[in-house]
């Protein structure tokens, strides 16, 4: 029999100095940093940090933020999770499953954020290019009642000094879960910043 983890404990898949190395929960973060705040999650700004808003298009609804940052890309998405134990392990799951349902391959490694997934994606050809495959990195970590999810692309799949930089940037994000309840696997609402100049 294992102990009951308490709220406050890593989970199982996260890395044991998340609270002081990132990613944060709004409890950890530094109150004085400059922060974009986007609801669900803030972002530390950056000089050559380009964020994107994706916006699902029945809803209007916020339901991913892109970074492009040193030649590569990151996705991030909030999702609320239980007290008890973290999503990631469940999520790599489903992850794997989806890339080969397309015809993709998938392995599963140990990464500077604990495991991770290394993907070969088949691409759809568009109407003035070629279909082929791409790298990404589908990286998790859980927190205290909450799982931030990273797909990377670019330069950070393969290249040791391009994914140190979009790891840290990984790592800055403070997560937002707030107070009311939440099913587990929701997304953490995001929403437009107030900072001028962010598209």
Known sequence: MTDPTPDDAPQSNT????STAGPFDESEANPVRPYIDLGGIKILPREGLNLRLEVE???KRIVAVGLDYAGSTLQVQP???PRSNGLWE????QIRQQIRQQGGRVEE???????????????VAGPDSTAGKRLARFIGIDGPRWFLRGVIGGAATSDVEAAAKIE????SIVVVRGGSPMPPRDLIPLRMPATPGVA
């Open 15 to 18: 890395p044991e100095d998340r």
């Open 57 to 59: 298009e029945q809803t």
């Open 79 to 81: 999702f609320a999770a």
């Open 90 to 93: 469940e999520t790599r799951e």
């Open 109 to 123: 490694r140990e990464g500077p954020l604990g495991p991770e997934l290394l993907a070969e994606v088949p691409v």
């Open 168 to 171: 840290d940037l990984f790592r």
